[in-house]
């Protein structure tokens, strides 16, 4: 499976983004995917995950009720809708995918994707 992540840009705190990330592959269904971030001297941390039939997801406290993760198996693509964003949450963002959703939320993925940059103004 290979991901590219995109959408990401420059927005003022309080605005609207919506990152995509787009999978190639015949086996993208059967990938619990998932939306990571890494922000200048920190390490890289989870942000959300969604099943593989898209029926079940997760997220950080850090973006709960603020950010939702979907997908699209028939366009093999993911999705992360990010509203009310805050400056703490700018940072490299990058999609992953991997056969377990534990596995996704705890960081210990198959495969990565190239990052998207996402700057929130204050």
């Known amino acids: 499976v290979q991901l590219q992540a995109y959408g990401g840009g420059l927005v003022q705190a309080g605005g609207s983004l919506r990152l995509s990330c787009a999978a190639s592959g015949r086996t993208f269904s059967t990938y619990v995917m998932g939306w990571f971030r890494q922000a200048p001297g920190k390490e890289r941390e989870f942000v959300a995950a969604?099943?593989?039939?898209?029926?079940?997801?997760y997220s950080a406290d850090s973006v709960r009720g603020r950010f939702t993760i979907s997908r699209d198996s028939a366009k093999n693509a993911v999705y992360l809708q990010m509203n009310t964003l805050k400056p703490e949450d700018t940072a490299v963002y990058y999609c992953?995918?991997?056969?377990?959703?534990?596995?996704?939320?705890?960081?210990?993925?198959?495969?990565w994707g190239k990052g998207t940059q996402v700057t929130v103004s204050s």
């Open positions: 969604v099943s593989s039939s898209g029926g079940s997801t």
């Open positions: 992953a995918a991997a056969q377990k959703f534990g596995s996704v939320v705890g960081g210990r993925v198959d495969y």
